[in-house]
Nanobody, 125 residues
Framework: VQLQASGGGLVQAGDSLRLSCVAS????????MAWFRQAPGKEREFVGA????????YYPDSMKGRFTISRDNGKNTVYLQINGLKPEDTAVYYC???????????????????WGRGTQVTVSS
């Protein structure tokens, strides 16, 4: 599967953004999809994930409340809605796909077989 993320940009603190990630191929419904982000000089950070069929979502405590992941399997697309953007949200946001593993270790980057190139989100204060 190939992934293409989009929707980033330069925004002001308090704004909202919806990032999109479109996947190629016909098995999109069979992939766990996740979002990660990486700020300059920092390690890649898990933002959240959404499961295949049940579309359950998982977020680390640090991301609960302002981040919402959803997917449209008919459009081969996963979304990341970010509300109340803060300057510390500035990062490159990546989507990732896992078509192999079960279980709930969604925050492990090694779980994912495919990664998009990322989309830059810059939040000004």
């Amino acid at each position: 599967v190939q992934l293409q993320a989009s929707g980033g940009g330069l925004v002001q603190a308090g704004d909202s953004l919806r990032l999109s990630c479109v996947a190629s191929g016909r098995r999109f419904g069979g992939y766990v999809m996740a979002w990660f982000r990486q700020a300059p000089g920092k390690e890649r950070e898990f933002v959240g994930a959404i499961t295949r069929t049940e579309q359950n979502t998982y977020y680390p405590d640090s991301m609960k409340g302002r981040f919402t992941i959803s997917r449209d399997n008919g459009k081969n697309t996963v979304y990341l809605q970010i509300n109340g953007l803060k300057p510390e949200d500035t990062a490159v946001y990546y989507c990732a796909a896992d078509g192999i593993y079960s279980g709930t270790r969604f925050s492990d980057p090694d779980r994912y077989q495919a990664w998009g190139r990322g989309t830059q989100v810059t939040v000004s204060s």
